[in-house]
């Protein structure tokens, strides 16, 4: 938190010197600290400016490890492309899986974050790899995750997906019809190592293979996001006349936090699954109780979402359930569910 970068990169070149592996340092070391640096700013512990400098100062010092000569070697495997889901900003952790492989042998394309799938697949048709490995953090694009998985394998490329996006124990990654899952960087690399992934089936996984997207919930939802947020900030004045001596910041923040809310309630609806703006609310509930807001603030902008949903069942159901959740779950001083 110094932001001394000197330092940071002097420390992990030291520890490879002294003979500790590359990848105990990129996995057990460098993603461990960025990780304490997410609950750090979710607890209120530090800012956003500070949460981005460490991670910039970390990507500099998986960087310097990548480049280290006792790391620096030619690939004796096959090769792999490395990308971000359209729509992802969480880099690290793709670019920390990059460098698990090619520590291990693998020729690796690094794309970086944001790939999109018209992108993603022209760079296939050039080089034609062993398998994609798609990285997402946020539940909010796995409709774009799935729209890449399935481009991928329509030009077979098979594909092995990771990050918190898709779930607990990747059940998002089954649902989206990936070939592969993996927990973490070390399991990626493992499951590349013991073969081949088969290649995929034409036709293997179509995009409407989801029953429940029939209702067009997700779709009419996802598209009425601005005119909802609108709307329900609009009532949320209306019932809190207190809120129209806002700050223009502390109107931007309300008015994200409410187009995060429909976001992963979409999110909920194409996958079919509760539980994920439900885990999602909870997350929120601790982030704004770390900085003095009340978990129950989020209530009333679920009633209203209620109301403006009023004619998607599934929507409606999910906001209650999540509602439900927020109000039977304590949370810590820290902000986080007991």
């Given at each position: 938190?110094?932001?001394?970068?000197?330092?940071?990169?002097?420390?992990?070149?030291?520890?490879?010197?002294?003979?500790?592996?590359?990848?105990?340092?990129?996995?057990?070391?460098?993603?461990?600290?960025?990780?304490?640096?997410?609950?750090?700013?979710?607890?209120?512990?530090?800012?956003?400016?500070?949460?981005?400098?460490?991670?910039?100062?970390?990507?500099?010092?998986?960087?310097?490890?990548?480049?280290?000569?006792?790391?620096?070697?030619?690939?004796?495997?096959?090769?792999?492309?490395?990308?971000?889901?359209?729509?992802?900003?969480?880099?690290?952790?793709?670019?920390?899986?990059?460098?698990?492989?090619?520590?291990?042998?693998?020729?690796?394309?690094?794309?970086?974050?944001?790939?999109?799938?018209?992108?993603?697949?022209?760079?296939?048709?050039r080089t034609g790899p062993d398998a994609v490995a798609l990285s997402g953090s946020l539940a909010t694009r796995l409709p774009a995750a799935?729209?890449?998985?399935?481009?991928?394998?329509?030009?077979?490329?098979?594909?092995?997906?990771?990050?918190?996006?898709?779930?607990?124990?990747?059940?998002?990654?089954?649902?989206?019809?990936?070939?592969?899952?993996?927990?973490?960087?070390?399991?990626?690399?493992?499951?590349?190592?013991?073969?081949?992934?088969?290649?995929?089936?034409?036709?293997?996984?179509?995009?409407?293979?989801?029953?429940?997207?029939?209702?067009?919930e997700y779709t009419l939802v996802a598209r009425s996001r601005p005119r909802l947020v609108r709307a329900v900030f609009t009532q949320l004045?209306?019932?809190?006349?207190?809120?129209?001596?806002?700050?223009?910041?502390?109107?931007?923040?309300?008015?994200?936090?409410?187009?995060?809310?429909?976001?992963?309630?979409?999110?909920?609806?194409?996958?079919?699954?509760?539980?994920?703006?439900?885990?999602?609310?909870?997350?929120?509930?601790?982030?704004?109780?770390?900085?003095?807001?009340?978990?129950?603030?989020?209530?009333?902008?679920?009633?209203?979402?209620?109301?403006?949903?009023?004619?998607?069942?599934?929507?409606?159901?999910?906001?209650?359930?999540?509602?439900?959740?927020?109000?039977?779950?304590?949370?810590?001083?820290?902000?986080?569910?007991?």
């Amino acid at each position: 938190m110094a932001f001394d970068e000197a330092a940071t990169v002097g420390t992990v070149l030291r520890a490879l010197d002294d003979g500790m592996a590359a990848e105990d340092l990129l996995l057990d070391v460098i993603a461990s600290v960025q990780g304490r640096v997410g609950r750090e700013w979710a607890a209120n512990s530090i800012t956003v400016a500070q949460e981005h400098a460490a991670t910039a100062i970390n990507d500099r010092a998986v960087a310097a490890v990548a480049l280290h000569p006792s790391v620096h070697k030619e690939p004796t495997r096959g090769r792999v492309t490395v990308a971000c889901v359209d729509g992802e900003w969480h880099a690290l952790p793709a670019r920390l899986l990059a460098e698990v492989l090619r520590i291990r042998g693998w020729r690796v394309d690094y794309l970086g974050a944001q790939v999109t799938a018209p992108h993603l697949v022209a760079h296939l048709h050039r080089t034609g790899p062993d398998a994609v490995a798609l990285s997402g953090s946020l539940a909010t694009r796995l409709p774009a995750a799935h729209a890449t998985i399935t481009a991928c394998q329509a030009v077979g490329t098979p594909v092995i997906v990771g990050g918190a996006a898709f779930g607990p124990g990747g059940r998002y990654a089954r649902l989206l019809g990936a070939d592969s899952w993996a927990p973490d960087a070390r399991a990626a690399a493992d499951e590349l190592a013991c073969g081949p992934l088969p290649r995929p089936r034409p036709g293997h996984q179509a995009i409407d293979d989801l029953p429940h997207l029939n209702d067009q919930e997700y779709t009419l939802v996802a598209r009425s996001r601005p005119r909802l947020v609108r709307a329900v900030f609009t009532q949320l004045e209306n019932a809190y006349p207190a809120m129209r001596a806002y700050t223009e910041v502390q109107r931007e923040r309300t008015a994200e936090d409410l187009s995060h809310i429909v976001e992963f309630l979409a999110a909920a609806l194409y996958t079919g699954d509760e539980d994920l703006f439900c885990g999602f609310l909870l997350w929120t509930a601790g982030v704004l109780e770390a900085r003095g807001v009340p978990a129950a603030s989020l209530l009333p902008a679920l009633e209203l979402l209620q109301r403006e949903l009023q004619d998607f069942p599934r929507a409606t159901a999910t906001l209650r359930a999540g509602a439900a959740r927020l109000t039977a779950t304590p949370l810590t001083a820290a902000g986080t569910a007991v």
